[in-house]
Every structure is written in structure tokens, then in C-alpha cells.
């Protein structure tokens, strides 16, 4: 969170999570709503549900998250073609249980896309960028 402290407020930034911590992505946007132009939400599978932030004196201590900050945030969505771990069933029930503005799909990616298909998850990301910032 020190990154996102230290960030001028007229250089909004893109957040990537993948897996599990993409909760603290969550955590940024509900600090942070307008220094995050959009936030990648892919594989975060945590967004729904309160996070405890991490390097806090207690960290059981939870966030919730709101629609006034959360909630103002650009999400994207980057849906993997082929995987195997999160059927595409799942995903899309991820997608309407946390509504996001676009959903950008990585043909042949895996689970692990930034392995399978790194370029094209670099394009993507870079698409982004450039959208939104």
C-alpha cells in the first residue's frame, strides 16, 4: 500500500491480481478509488467477499468493501481460453457476481497465462493502459 500512498493523484495506474492476491487489489481499490484508472481482475476469485489487508498489527482484521469506493472502479476481466482449473462455468458466474466493465479473452491461455500466453497478456495489459490511463 506504501506504492499506492506515494502515487500522485494525476497518474492513475492499471492493477493486475491474479489468484489469491488479487485480494489485495481489492484493498487498493476500496483505499484508493481514484488514483486506479482500472484494475485487471483476473482469476480473483476473492473480490466478492471482505480481505484482511496485508502487514496490518492484526490481520484478521477485514475490509469491507464499499460501492462508493470499490464500487467506482473500472474492473476488466481477463478470461483464460483454456483453463483448466476454473471452467469457463465458473468464470462467467465470477463475472455476473462482480459485475466488471469488459471482459478481455486470451485465446489458448491456461491458468497461468502469464506462462502460456505471456505476450498476449502483455498486449492485453497494454491495451488497458491505454484505454484507461
Known amino acids: 500500500m506504501e506504492f499506492m500512498t506515494a502515487l500522485p493523484p494525476d497518474e492513475p495506474v492499471v492493477l493486475v491480481g491474479h489468484g489469491m492476491r488479487a485480494s489485495c ?3 487498493a481499490m476500496e483505499k484508493f478509488p ?6 485487471d481482475l483476473t ?6 467477499r471482505p480481505v484482511g489487508s496485508y502487514g496490518e498489527a492484526n490481520p ?16 476488466v476481466y481477463v478470461a483464460c481460453e483454456r ?4 471452467k469457463k462455468e465458473f468464470q462467467k ?5 462482480n459485475p466488471t466493465h469488459e471482459v478481455k479473452m486470451i485465446s489458448g491461455a491456461d ?5 502460456s500466453k505471456c505476450q498476449e497478456l502483455c498486449a492485453c495489459l497494454q491495451d488497458l493502459a491505454r484505454k484507461y490511463c
Open 93 to 97: 458466474w465470477m463475472m455476473q457476481n
Open 43 to 48: 482469476l480473483a476469485t476473492l473480490l466478492v
Open 83 to 86: 483453463d483448466n482449473i476454473l
Open 25 to 27: 487489489i481489492s484493498l
Open 34 to 39: 481514484k488514483k486506479i484508472a482500472a484494475a
Open 60 to 75: 484478521s482484521k477485514a475490509v469491507t468493501l464499499s460501492k462508493e469506493n470499490y464500487g467506482t472502479v473500472r474492473r
Open 111 to 115: 491458468l497461468m497465462v502469464m506462462f
